[in-house]
């Protein structure tokens, strides 16, 4: 039997709000690792958006989550088609 692989999540991993939309923002890694850390953000349709570099710290994935909303818009993340990775 498998085991199941446990994650630790980042304490800036959470609902975020803007211009009315909210998404969720998965920052995380293997729990007791110090691997990387993955970030994935879920829309309300429950897209998943996947960023195919891991992150050195979560507070780096959360810059960047934070840098891709000041440059394209909370609503960049409900316009495509398919899900997507960054």
Not at 19 to 45: A, C, K, Y
């Amino acid at each position: 039997m498998a085991t199941k692989q446990k994650f630790e999540h980042s304490e800036l991993a959470g609902e975020f709000t803007d211009d009315g939309i909210t998404v969720l923002v998965d920052i995380f890694r293997t729990s007791g690792s110090n691997e990387d850390w993955t970030m994935e953000v879920v829309t309300q349709s429950e897209d998943l958006i996947q960023w195919d570099e891991p992150f050195a710290t979560d507070r780096d994935a959360f810059d960047e989550f934070l840098a891709v909303v000041a440059r394209d818009g909370i609503r960049s993340f409900l316009e495509d088609d398919e899900p997507s990775t960054h």
